[in-house]
């Protein structure tokens, strides 16, 4: 088996945008508008990089709603990259949360992609992380 490639944050980053700026419906909430790392066949920005184990817990998932660092311990997890398929891991957990924040939060997003307060998040991202 080949050695799998890290992906950038950058990479990440823009993803997730295409991906939820194609459908902001895709964004993973539960049946009262909050977030959740599995939901109705939905994932969340982090949800979405977890093992398949997880994924495959649903809403049963322990620490479905909740912070990254609940999520890592209600599964005895050091760091969020035990939980991460491999080309996810090795960026901090702070990369993680915002990237989760903008993912979370409705004002980020309009029916049809980015709102402007979701474009200002990203640009604060990426002066955060240097991208």
Same mark, same amino acid.
């Given at each position: 088996?080949?050695?799998?490639?890290?992906l950038?944050?950058?990479?990440?980053?823009?993803?997730?945008?295409?991906?939820?700026?194609? *459908?902001?419906? %895709?964004?993973?909430?539960d049946? @009262? #508008?909050?977030?959740?790392?599995?939901?109705?066949?939905?994932? !969340?920005?982090?949800?979405?990089?977890?093992?398949?184990?997880?994924? *495959?817990?649903? %809403?049963?998932?322990?620490?479905? @709603? #909740?912070?990254?660092?609940?999520?890592?311990?209600y599964?005895? !997890?050091?760091?969020?990259?035990?939980m991460?398929?491999?080309?996810?891991?090795?960026?901090?957990?702070?990369?993680w949360?915002?990237?989760?924040?903008?993912?979370?939060?409705?004002?980020?997003?309009?029916?049809?992609?980015?709102?402007?307060?979701?474009?200002?998040?990203?640009?604060?991202?990426?002066?955060?992380?240097?991208?």
């Amino acid at each position: 088996m080949g050695e799998v490639k890290q992906l950038s944050k950058e990479e990440i980053l823009t993803n997730m945008i295409s991906f939820y700026s194609e *459908d902001p419906n %895709r964004r993973s909430q539960d049946d @009262v #508008g909050s977030c959740v790392y599995n939901g109705r066949g939905r994932h !969340c920005a982090v949800g979405r990089h977890l093992l398949q184990v997880y994924k *495959d817990m649903g %809403r049963k998932l322990k620490g479905n @709603v #909740g912070t990254i660092d609940e999520l890592m311990a209600y599964h005895d !997890c050091i760091m969020l990259d035990e939980m991460l398929d491999e080309e996810y891991r090795g960026h901090e957990i702070e990369f993680w949360e915002q990237v989760q924040h903008l993912h979370d939060r409705d004002f980020h997003w309009t029916e049809t992609g980015l709102s402007e307060d979701g474009h200002n998040k990203i640009k604060q991202i990426k002066e955060q992380f240097n991208l």
